[in-house]
């Protein structure tokens, strides 16, 4: 019970709404008995009318019932007629017995048990009436029998008496019962009304009183939400939960105003120092500008593609075949690597690349290397990142067959597999160890470059080569490598279509 009060008192809100709805419910609960009990008492009262005439209507019916048999039996001498009128007399006499026991001081009782009187006399003239016919004294029979008939037909007429003089004493009931089951509906309409209307009243009391300072929360939250941290303090003059959180919002308020403060405070300071910070980077920056400039213009690359184009076009004067072929091979390796990483180029440029360094290969290992394409030209078209192929073409050269003395063969595919653009490169070398290929597709290695496993010319790793087709494409599981040793490396590149539809409409726009 302790309990109870106490929490009762910490929570006023809870306390105003459940002794609400207990005095609504209570008061629900008196007019739903009124109304029961009413309904109970006319039931009961429709019931009793039923059950006298019910009990009238049987009582006449077993009398002619009697009649009926002795008739029957003093008219044919029938010993059905006779089994018959000995059980229906049987009945009424027992009927009529229980009749006369009773005392009644009402007049439809006098009417009773005058009926319970004659119902004797009756079956006494019928018994001797029976006895005669029985005793072949026709004289006998015939004066019973006639004096039998005078009672049923005095019966018969009471009991009409009784019928009416029952219905008119029901009427009276029924109205009166009628009047105080109107009496009573309409004290259940007033009780009705006044519950509906002290609800009505209640709810928009306690709504307003409610929802007001709740509002007033709402809007100076809003306006907090907005920057807005100069705002007026909520007051409610209320002592329950919400006047607790009112003054709890002023508070925090308060503490987010003073928060904002210091936090511009330590902004404006940081936009100062990094202001500074900017000005020295802007200073790296043109140093390494300058010292750019100085390396280029010591070797500048147009100098050397103008070079080696010479030397191409006096080796093609001089019928050196294989030369011109290696010095225009590697002028175009050259040149694509000197292209910008970030910079997208189509798939069938990569492979372009890939064959001026297969043949930069052949010409420096001849047949220490085989290289064969299975490609798709349907597929030539897919724009990907500049050199993501030749560091993977490279390191199954340098750390795949470079170590097997023959036979090194390497294997680019490319094919479309439905929701999905593939591209292998597969080789049959020494292999890679499974610690190997967690660390290059694992998330250990630092700045993309896996030591051990980076491109010999280039620079750029596998997981380097990973990581820039994630980005170009926004897919996570791009690259995948199976390897045995020995039994040779598969390197996997999966590039989803809709990562490709979505890429070509990203530089079309």
């Not at 919400?242 to 003054?247: P, S």
């Amino acid at each position: 019970m302790k309990k109870l009060i106490r929490f009762l008192s910490l929570n006023r809100i809870r306390r105003k709404l459940i002794l609400y709805f207990m005095v609504t419910t209570l008061l629900m609960a008196v007019a739903c008995f009124l109304s029961y009990y009413n309904a109970q008492m006319l039931a009961s009262g429709m019931d009793a009318i039923f059950e006298n005439n019910q009990y009238l209507s049987e009582l006449s019916e077993n009398v002619a019932n009697v009649q009926s048999t002795l008739e029957s039996y003093l008219t044919t001498s029938h010993s059905e007629s006779l089994k018959d009128y000995f059980r229906n007399s049987a009945s009424l006499r027992k009927t009529g017995e229980d009749i006369r026991s009773v005392v009644y001081d009402t007049e439809s009782g006098i009417l009773l048990h005058d009926i319970g009187n004659m119902i004797i006399t009756y079956l006494d003239y019928s018994d001797a009436a029976v006895e005669a016919k029985r005793g072949r004294d026709i004289e006998g029979y015939i004066q019973n029998h006639t004096e039998a008939s005078k009672v049923y037909d005095y019966i018969n007429l009471y009991i009409d008496r009784l019928t009416q003089n029952q219905f008119q004493e029901n009427t009276k009931v029924y109205t009166l019962i009628t009047g105080r089951l109107g009496y009573i509906l309409l004290v259940n309409l007033l009780i009705i009304l006044g519950i509906i209307g002290f609800n009505i009243v209640f709810i928009l009391r306690m709504t307003f009183k409610t929802t007001q300072p709740i509002i007033s929360l709402a809007r100076a939250a809003n306006e907090i939400s907005k920057g807005n941290y100069d705002v007026e303090q909520v007051m409610v003059d209320s002592d329950d939960e919400i006047g607790i959180m009112a003054d709890a919002f002023n508070r925090m308020a308060e503490s987010i105003k003073a928060q904002v403060a210091a936090i511009r405070e330590k902004a404006e300071l940081e936009t100062r120092l990094k202001e500074q910070e900017m000005q020295n980077i802007l200073m790296k920056s043109h140093l390494k500008e300058t010292q750019l400039q100085a390396l280029q213009s010591q070797i500048n690359p147009h100098f050397i593609f103008n070079t080696l184009n010479a030397a191409a076009q006096l080796a093609m004067f001089e019928e050196a075949d294989r030369t011109y072929l290696f010095i225009e091979c590697f002028s175009n390796l050259f040149r694509y690597n000197l292209r910008s990483l970030d910079s997208p180029v189509t798939l069938r440029d990569e492979i372009e690349n890939i064959n001026n360094y297969i043949a930069l290969l052949k010409v420096r290992y001849a047949d220490r290397i085989n290289f064969a394409q299975e490609v798709d030209d349907g597929v030539l078209d897919i724009p990907v990142p500049c050199m993501v192929l030749q560091p993977i073409i490279e390191n199954a050269f340098i750390h795949g067959i470079s170590e097997i003395e023959s036979g090194g063969t390497i294997t680019l595919r490319v094919r479309d597999d439905g929701d999905q653009y593939t591209i292998e490169v597969e080789d049959n070398g020494v292999g890679m160890s499974k610690e190997k290929i967690d660390q290059i597709l694992g998330d250990s290695a630092e700045d993309g470059r896996p030591t051990g496993y980076v491109g010999h010319t280039t620079g750029i790793g596998t997981r380097n080569v990973m990581l820039r087709l994630r980005n170009f494409f926004d897919y996570e599981h791009v690259l995948d490598i199976v390897s045995s040793r020995p039994g040779g490396t598969r390197v996997i590149i999966s590039i989803p279509k809709i990562c490709v539809q979505r890429k070509k409409e990203a530089i079309h726009a």
